[in-house]
T-cell receptor
Framework: GAGVSQSPSNKVTEKGKDVELRCDPISGHTALYWYRQSLGQGLEFLIYFQGNSAPDKSGLPSDRFSAERTGGSVSTLTIQRTQQEDSAVYLC????????????FGPGTRLTVL | GIQVEQSPPDLILQEGANSTLRCNFSDSVNNLQWFHQNPWGQLINLFYIPSGTKQNGRLSATTVATERYSLLYISSSQTTDSGVYFCAVRNTGTASKLTFGTGTRLQVTL
């Protein structure tokens, strides 16, 4: 079946612009996660959605970052007023039922802030 | 928070050789996954193994949760095994996130 998909695959933007990154989880998976991978920080958690529960935003690095999940499926990660340190690969993952289960990752969006 | 250490950080093997990658973690876990990140950046699931032993072809993994470590064995390595191997854990009783180790970069040469 189809895996996790993300768009765009690459995004180049200018410092100060806003960007939106999209994630389509595996059909039927109720849990959705955002991570980012950068050279200096490795792979780090950003935010987690589970069903209709309030999201776990504990990993968001600043209030310029926000995410939403509409209809329990597609998620959008928004970065406002982008900075050069936001340059990274943003990875989305989904898992069935709850976070005890295996997480599956999408191909990522490579964000470059000039 | 939980700490995850992987060793060795870098490994160069000749094709056909065997290797063992190690993941140590500092607290109890209820999820442990091994991933292979290919040269295109895709994280490929290898094993979901919070405890016990699993095998899949030339790869196998063992997690000893009581001693807080996991091992990934690669036998008869091939050039397509090259890439970065990550261990990731979910700390029992805490947030849902996976905490990743810093990875082992494997290069398999002819």
């Amino acid at each position: 079946g189809a895996g996790v998909s993300q768009s765009p695959s690459n995004k180049v933007t200018e410092k100060g612009k806003d960007v939106e990154l999209r994630c389509d989880p595996i059909s039927g998976h109720t849990a959705l996660y955002w991570y980012r991978q950068s050279l200096g920080q490795g792979l780090e958690f950003l935010i987690y959605f589970q069903g209709n529960s309030a999201p776990d935003k504990s990993g968001l690095p600043s209030d310029r970052f926000s995410a939403e999940r509409t209809g329990g499926s597609v998620s959008t990660l928004t970065i406002q007023r982008t900075q050069q340190e936001d340059s990274a690969v943003y990875l989305c993952a989904s898992s069935p039922e709850n976070s005890y289960n295996e997480q599956f990752f999408g191909p990522g969006t490579r964000l470059t802030v000039l | 928070g939980i700490q995850v250490e992987q060793s060795p950080p870098d490994l160069i093997l000749q094709e056909g050789a065997n290797s063992t990658l190690r993941c140590n973690f500092s607290d109890s876990v209820n999820n442990l996954q091994w991933f292979h990140q290919n040269p295109w950046g895709q994280l490929i699931n290898l094993f979901y193994i919070p405890s016990g032993t699993k095998q899949n072809g030339r790869l196998s993994a063992t997690t000893v949760a009581t001693e807080r470590y996991s091992l990934l064995y690669i036998s008869s390595s091939q050039t397509t095994d090259s890439g970065v191997y990550f261990c990731a854990v979910r700390n029992t009783g805490t947030a849902s996130k996976l905490t990743f180790g810093t990875g082992t970069r494997l290069q398999v040469t002819l």
